[in-house]
């Protein structure tokens, strides 16, 4: 409070507009609250629509970087040779490619069994991690088993298995994959590929470092494999990935829609409040005018009365949306540090920006009213 | 009243010439001043009277340079006021003329001192606080500084009013029915104070009245009728 009596000292317009908002503490209040509510709406929605967005992407994991290269069915190609993957490997350069054999087969451990992905890989090191044992750079002999896998039969790195008719000694069990992605581990068994009978591979995956790198990569796929004749298809995830926060960038802009129109209401019920106040101070304005006090400064009294009002419903709604940002965040992706990342930090400085600005035009008019009155005519009984 | 003999002598610090001030209300035209000759002196108490709507508020108003004359002219300490742009009659009003009214009109929200700063407060005027706490000594209010409106008299009320009205050193006071709130007595205090402002401060000082004891503290008394000044007692010397 000292620090406003300071102020106000300074700034005399402050004091009588202080002054001027504490004569009906309700009213003043309630523009608050609409200010409030307002500034909540928009932040705390912005906030909730990064919440939502960076849980989705948690969810897709980093599929963005891949890229899947298969034989194009549609045109009678049904595998992949060495020489496909070659001319992928030279026209994704500076990815990794990992091509894939993939087929059904059936898993026993002493009495139980079950149904699950095989795939040939030669590195699978190079797409996964595990959790136990290691990885080999080249798998040639024994098996890398998922973590699906691995749980239903209880196994561990050293343990071993059957593939229809074959045993193999397990040498690591992959971590789990939480993300979506194309060539799933976590319900499969990955072996060498010259264990396959087939020669050609299923699919290709190819990773990049980031998502253009991958995008930019399946483009030269496309270009060098389906010069001539349509050999596989491309698929690549981060154009997915690119809609999706195109769609989350929407659904923003759509929140802070919703929130304007709330704070829009504010600025209403702030005109209102200030028209009334003024209407109510017309003799008192007019005895202001009289005494030598200049228009523009009793517009600027009015505008300072509706800024302070915009400013503290402005900071309340702001500190209450962070509060609710930290909330949701702790609920739906577990970590309420979240909250505080530049984006976040945008949408509160927004909000309070718009708050005050909503405020400052609402007072506009009321204020120009007011000083556009002549003293006489406010005076006269 | 030999004292102010001498002043006599001085040129008027506010001037009416020939003013006329006509309200055009939807076709109904009212002429409010027909032609009024006015000078004041520094110095000088001069009270208007007159029977209701005969013009007094307007020729404080045209006095004041709240309104502007539709003919003739308004002179200020000899120069020609009459065409101001707003901006420059407020400055005027600022630097020259103090108001009082009859309702005192005081800001609710501000205390006695802060109401009296309050004409010098969108100003850079350091020591202002200093000058309103003086002035509010000088009407005898030196132990109510930090009261609100609400917590004062109607005559407190006043004083304060002519306390805000002489912040800035004003040439001029204009009141308007200032005892018109006031008990008999209160009123009398308000116009002691009116009359040593007069002799003090060499103020010149004009009050719209319906109170007939305002003329005995007055040294001369007008009467408008109608929008006229009445010839017959504009020579009159009051009646002491
Ligand atoms: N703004 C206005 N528009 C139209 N007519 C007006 C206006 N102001 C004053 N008048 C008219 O001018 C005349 C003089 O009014 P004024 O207020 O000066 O009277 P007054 O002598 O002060 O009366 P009172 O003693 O009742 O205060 C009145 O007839 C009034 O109706
Ligand atoms: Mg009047």
């Known amino acids: ?381 | 009243m030999s004292l102010r003999e001498s002043t006599k002598t001085t040129e008027p610090i506010i001037e009416l010439r020939d003013v006329v001030k006509r309200y055009d209300t939807g076709g109904e035209v009212v002429d409010a001043l027909k032609g009024i000759d006015f000078a004041a002196k520094p110095g000088e108490f001069v009270a208007v009277m007159g029977p209701s709507g005969s013009g007094k508020s307007t020729m404080l108003n045209v006095l004041g340079l709240l309104d502007a004359p539709t003919e003739g002219t308004v002179l200020l300490d000899g120069r020609d006021v009459t065409d101001l742009s707003d901006e420059e009659q407020t400055k005027e009003r600022k630097r020259s003329i103090g108001f009082v009214f009859q309702n005192f009109y005081l800001i609710p929200t501000l205390t006695a001192t802060e109401n009296v700063e309050m004409p010098t407060l969108f100003g850079d005027d350091p020591d202002a606080r200093e000058r309103a706490e003086d002035l509010l000594r000088r009407v005898g209010l030196g132990d109510r500084l930090d009261h609100r409106p609400n917590e004062l008299s109607g005559g407190q009320k006043q004083r304060v009013a002519i306390a805000r009205a002489l912040i800035n050193s004003p040439r001029i006071l204009l009141a308007d029915e200032p005892t018109g709130n006031l008990d008999q007595k209160t009123g009398r205090s308000v116009l002691e104070l009116f009359l040593e402002l007069t002799e003090e401060r060499d103020v010149a000082i004009i009050a719209v009245t319906h109170d007939p004891q305002v003329s005995k503290y007055a040294d001369r008394t007008i009467t408008l009728v109608d929008g006229r000044m009445q010839d017959w007692e504009m020579a009159g010397v009051t009646d002491q």
């Open chain 1, 1 to 381: 409070m000292s620090l406003l009596d300071d102020l106000s000292r300074r700034f005399p317009a402050l004091l009588m507009a202080r002054r001027n908002l504490s004569r009906n503490q309700l009213r003043s209040g309630l523009a608050v609250l609409g200010i409030i509510i307002g500034v909540f709406a928009i932040a705390s929605l912005g906030m909730f629509g990064t919440t939502l967005r960076a849980g989705a992407t948690d969810q897709l994991g980093d599929i963005g970087n891949e890229v899947v290269v298969s034989p194009a069915f549609s045109e009678g190609v049904t595998e992949l040779t060495e020489r496909d993957v070659t001319q992928i490997e030279r026209a994704a350069s500076g990815t990794t490619v990992v091509p894939v054999k993939q087929r059904q087969a059936l898993v026993t451990r002493g009495d139980e069994r079950t149904v699950a992905t095989l795939y040939g890989m030669e590195r699978p090191g190079a797409l996964y991690t595990a959790t136990d044992g290691r990885v080999p750079d080249r798998l040639r002999q024994g098996a890398v088993v998922g973590s699906g896998v691995a749980e239903r039969f209880g196994l561990q790195a050293g343990n071993s298995i059957t593939v229809d008719e074959q045993t193999y000694r397990i040498v690591a069990v992959l971590t789990q994959q939480d993300g979506i992605s194309l060539v799933d581990p976590n319900n499969a068994v990955i072996v060498s590929p010259t264990d396959f009978e087939a020669d050609g591979y299923s699919q290709v995956v190819v990773t990049a470092e980031t998502g253009e790198a991958a995008t930019a990569a399946a483009d030269e796929i496309r270009d060098t494999l389906n010069g001539r004749e349509e050999r596989v298809t491309v698929f690549e995830l981060s154009s997915i990935t690119e809609g999706i926060n195109a769609f989350f960038g929407i659904l923003n802009a759509f929140l802070i829609g919703i929130g304007s129109i709330s704070l829009l209401v504010a600025g209403v019920s702030i005109l209102n409040v200030m028209l009334m106040s003024t209407v109510e101070r017309r003799e008192e304005i007019g005895v202001l005018r009289a005494v030598g006090v200049q228009k523009r400064d009793v517009i600027r009294m009015i505008l300072l009365e509706a800024a302070l009002l915009g400013f503290a419903g402005g900071v309340v709604g702001a500190v209450l949306a962070l509060g609710a940002g930290i909330a949701l965040n702790q609920f739906v992706i577990d970590d309420a540090l979240a909250t505080f990342q530049p984006v976040n930090l945008l949408y509160l400085v927004l909000a309070v920006g718009f708050g005050l600005i909503t405020s400052v035009l609402s007072g506009l008019y009321p204020a120009w009213k007011a000083a556009g009155e002549r003293p006489v005519d406010a005076l006269r009984k």
